[in-house]
Structures are given as C-alpha cells and as structure tokens.
C-alpha cells in the first residue's frame, strides 16, 4: 500500500505489464505507419511516460508534439476542459496519433478531436494506454488499446491524486475498502442537509441528494434530465433505472472521493436492492444506513419556525407535515428492514446541538469496518 494526500492505493499493474503493453502498440501502429512519418501528440500531463516509452519502443521515422488540456472547477463534475497548450499550426497532410494516458468518459477526448478537427491533417487516430471501456460513451473509435482496465480510479505511471503520483513507475489503485458508503435517513427537518455537510467535509465523502441530482440534470437538459422531464410531465413516476442512472454519473464524476452519502435514495426495498447491485459492480457497497430519529412534535415546531423564513408552504402547514411524516413512516419501514437484515441499520438521535448529533454520527461511522 501507498499513502497519496490521506488516502490508501493498492498496487495494480506493475511496469513490466505497462511496458509489455506500450511494446504491443508500438508493433500494431508501426504495421500501419512504418511507411512514412506519422506525428505523435502526448497529452500532457498524464501522458509523459507514456510517450517516452513509447517512442522508445518505435524505431521508425516519427515527429512527436504535446497538447496540455486541463479541466477546471472538476473536469468530471462540470464537463469543462481548457487547452493550454495549443496543437502546432504545421500539420497538414501529416497522419496524427494521439496518445492518451487514460481513455474512460470521453470527455477530454471530444476536445481532443475538436482541435484536430479543425486543421488539414490526412487522418488522425487515438491511441489509449489505459481503456476504461465500461463507462466510455463510445463517441470516437479507439483505434489502439494498451490495456482495458474497469473503472477504478488509479495514480502512476504520470495519473495523480491531487499532483500527487505521478512519478510513479508502477500503477496503483484506490483502496475501494476504505471507502464509507452511506444511506442517510430522517424525517423533514430532522436535520440530514446540515449533517451531511459536516461528514462529508470529516470523511471526504461526497453527498449526493436525489433532489438536487434532478434539478441539476433537468435545468440542464442532459439525456437523462429530458428523459425524467418527459415523465414528470406526464404526471408520471420516474421510473427507478433513471434514477440509478443518474447516481450512476455523480458517483463516476467523483473518483476522488472517499465515499459517498445518499441522501433522497434510496425510499423503498427494491430501490435499496437496485442500489447494492450497482454498488457491487463498483466493488463498493452501503456501510451503513443511519437514521436521524425526533420527536414527531419536535420536528413539526422546527418546520413551521422555519416556514417564517423558508417561505415554502409545506412548512407552514402542521397537517401537511404531518403527511409528510406518515409518507416518510411508510416508505421507510421496509427499509428498515431491508437494512437490518443485513445488520447495516442505525439509529441516531436527532435532537441536540449540531455539534452533539455530528458526534453521535460519527461515533457510528468510526466503528465501520
């Protein structure tokens, strides 16, 4: 194991492996190119060792370049992706290969292809060290494979955690068993916003709300945002599969993470199912499900002083919230079952100081394995 910036990595690939790969593709791509000059373009930064292995193993005619692309405000969280240093204005009639480090969303490779696309080259292909083939949205060809690899997040080898790992000779994986998946439970107003803020700064976990996942996807008009307005507008359940789908993105957007906090999600036993089986397929799973337990009376006082702010009219009315509460009763029972049966359930009281209640969460949370 290796410590990056808190947190554990397991080793992966070693770098007789990664050197056995990169020899593969020199010998596929000199097949095709051998026969004249072809410009390879590094990605930088991930894909410095990458290109100087590689040029290594390709003994033939060959020019080399480097593009920087860098994301900002968290490429995988915002899809934004900045060119900072520019392809080189010389490249018409040249056949270009691109060699990335790391293919898995795509996203950095759409720019890639928007840069290229806008010059006279002859033809230019994308060459992948590193396939991550599960979560690839399958936009451009990947015309040359090191190694397909699952969607774990990994360092070495010129990919880092925070700046960190780069030098690496050898690649390490996130140890996904020190992650904290959690499902976090309580009635209006019992204070589950306030508290998964402090965790997830604690635990460096990301909290995922199912309402604020919706919102986001239909303000911003993404596939999955239209497909869940098309039911809504209809007057119509969204159904559970768009749901996962759309978890399914925000945890694939925060690799970094340490864990994850669902919050809104899931509300009855075949969504908790749908849930652990995605998980799974992460090699991840729920630690734990925690339940912020009041007093029925206690909450309702709560609501309605903050209805005099809120301004929202589910808070100014008792008999609504007490709906609410007998919506929440229902639906969470099953769960509760669901959960303690695998011996995941926790209760936790919810009235106090903030302080005092994030203390008691996280007296649960230390004693996880």
């Known amino acids: 194991m290796i410590k990056l910036n808190n947190k554990l990595f397991k080793p992966y690939l070693k770098e007789e492996q990664i050197l056995a790969a990169i020899e593969k593709m020199a010998a596929e791509i000199a097949k095709d190119y051998k026969d004249e000059t072809p410009l390879f373009v590094g990605v930088l930064n991930g894909a410095f060792m990458f290109v100087a292995d590689f040029l290594k193993a390709y003994q033939h005619p060959c020019q080399v370049s480097f593009v920087r692309l860098s994301s900002y405000q968290g490429l995988t969280s915002t899809g934004i992706v900045e060119t900072l240093l520019d392809v080189q204005e010389d490249m018409e009639g040249k056949s270009v290969i691109i060699l990335e480090d790391v293919v898995d969303t795509g996203r950095t490779l759409k720019q890639l292809v928007h840069l290229f696309s806008q010059t006279n080259v002859k033809e230019f292909k994308i060459a992948a060290l590193f396939y991550k083939s599960e979560i690839y949205n399958g936009e451009y ?13 990994i360092v070495g080898y010129g990919l880092d955690y925070n700046e960190m790992g780069r030098n690496l000779r050898e690649v390490y994986q996130l140890n996904q068993a020190d992650m904290i998946n959690l499902v976090l439970f309580g009635k209006p107003g019992a204070g589950k916003g306030t508290q998964a803020g402090f965790l997830k700064e604690k635990y460096n976990l990301k909290h995922i709300s199912t309402g604020d996942v919706f919102r986001y996807n239909i303000k911003n008009g993404t596939e999955l945002g239209k497909l869940a307005k098309s039911y809504i507008d209809k007057g119509d359940l969204v159904p559970d599969e768009v749901t996962i789908d759309m ?12 864990g994850f906090i669902f919050d809104g999600f899931p509300r009855t036993a075949a969504q908790a199912e749908a849930l652990d089986n995605f998980l799974e397929s992460k090699d991840m799973m729920v630690n734990a499900t925690i339940a912020l337990e009041a007093d029925d009376e206690v909450l309702i006082a709560r609501l309605l002083e903050r209805g005099k702010s809120s301004g929202r009219s589910d808070d100014q009315d008792e008999s609504k919230i007490r709906n609410r509460f007998e919506e929440y009763n229902e639906k969470t029972a099953p769960l509760k079952a669901y959960y303690e049966k695998q011996g995941k359930f926790h209760s936790v009281n919810g009235i106090g100081d903030i302080v005092e209640i994030t203390e008691r969460l996280g007296k649960v949370i230390d004693t996880l394995d």
């Not at 015309?143 to 690899?149: A, M, P, Q, S, T």
């Not at 978890?247 to 340490?258: H, R």
């Open 247 to 258: 978890l399914k993105d925000e945890v694939e957007k925060n690799p970094e993470a340490s």
């Open 141 to 153: 060809a990947i015309d040359y494979v090191g190694l397909e690899i699952p969607d774990n997040f």
